[in-house]
């Protein structure tokens, strides 16, 4: 399991004082970065493109402004050419978010679907969940 911590500022809440629902996309994808960078891939150097396929998010309980978050990154389902990233994302243990992303490789030259690297496939199988 990779961890990710959030705080919830003024930018990320909507007229209502919840969280607006796109912010969670936004940590997804900041999680999802840190993850590969802490790992030792680069979206900068990197010579193929991580590509979302799919999303599903689930919101279990308003999350607000100033909160702590931990956002918790896995992954589900790793095959061939896709993978599934599970996030979850809690505040002081409490579930406030269940979210998937299917996730494809493409080249960056030829914008073809690939194999997953096994660069990125090792690093990928470091925190795959049991739960399949």
């Given at each position: 399991?990779?961890?990710?911590?959030?705080?919830?500022?003024?930018?990320?809440?909507?007229?209502?004082?919840i969280?607006?629902?796109?912010?969670?996309?936004?940590?997804?994808?900041?999680?999802r970065?840190?993850?590969?960078?802490?790992?030792g891939?680069?979206?900068?150097?990197?010579?193929?493109?991580?590509?979302?396929?799919?999303?599903?998010?689930?919101?279990?309980?308003?999350?607000?402004?100033?909160?702590?978050?931990?956002?918790?990154?896995?992954?589900?389902?790793?095959?061939?050419?896709?993978?599934?990233?599970?996030?979850?994302?809690?505040?002081?243990?409490?579930?406030?978010?269940?979210?998937?992303?299917?996730?494809?490789?493409?080249?960056?030259?030829?914008?073809?679907?690939?194999?997953?690297?096994?660069?990125?496939?090792?690093?990928?199988?470091?925190?795959?969940?049991?739960?399949?």
């Amino acid at each position: 399991m990779y961890t990710y911590p959030i705080v919830v500022q003024f930018e990320d809440i909507d007229s209502y004082g919840i969280i607006h629902h796109p912010k969670v996309l936004y940590y997804m994808e900041r999680a999802r970065v840190n993850f590969f960078n802490d790992n030792g891939i680069s979206i900068k150097t990197e010579k193929n493109g991580l590509v979302l396929r799919n999303i599903n998010i689930q919101l279990k309980s308003q999350i607000l402004m100033f909160d702590t978050l931990i956002l918790e990154l896995t992954t589900k389902h790793i095959d061939t050419y896709r993978f599934t990233f599970h996030y979850e994302i809690k505040r002081s243990g409490k579930l406030m978010t269940v979210s998937e992303t299917e996730m494809v490789i493409i080249n960056l030259e030829t914008k073809k679907l690939i194999p997953i690297p096994e660069h990125i496939l090792k690093v990928l199988k470091q925190i795959q969940s049991d739960a399949q």
